[in-house]
């Protein structure tokens, strides 16, 4: 598949609101993942050595660096021990947006499903 073809796909998916929302929290994580991995490389370490320093396990470095955020504390005391942090906000959706949101989820589409 050509780029340009992937380009006007992803350009056509996002005009879903739906879409929108999981590919932004999908960019938002992965600089949070790139900015953890830059470390570790920077500071020669592998997982365990940087899980080690922080006090978890190297499995919930590698589910963290995998984009598994189910556990935000953990999450956060990674970003604290190599000088980040992460800030959630809740941000209330545009009623139509919301609307929209709404239907593709009841339809029976899984909540999160990207494609």
């Known amino acids: 598949m050509r780029i340009e073809s992937v380009d006007k796909h992803l350009k056509e998916k996002l005009k879903d609101p739906y879409f929108k929302e999981l590919y932004e929290l999908e960019e938002q994580k992965l600089e949070i993942v790139k900015r953890i991995i830059e470390y570790r490389i920077k500071h020669d370490l592998n997982q365990r050595r940087l899980a080690e320093k922080v006090g978890v396990t190297q499995q919930h470095i590698s589910k963290i660096e995998s984009g ?3 556990n935000v504390m953990t ?4 970003l604290l021990a190599i000088g980040f942090t992460v800030r959630m906000k ?3 959706l545009k009623p139509v ?3 929209r949101i709404r239907k593709v989820i009841h339809s029976k589409r899984a909540p999160l499903q990207m494609a």
């Open 90 to 92: 809740v941000i209330q």
């Open 97 to 99: 947006v919301a609307n």
């Open 75 to 78: 999450l956060e005391k990674v």
């Open 68 to 70: 598994d955020f189910a």
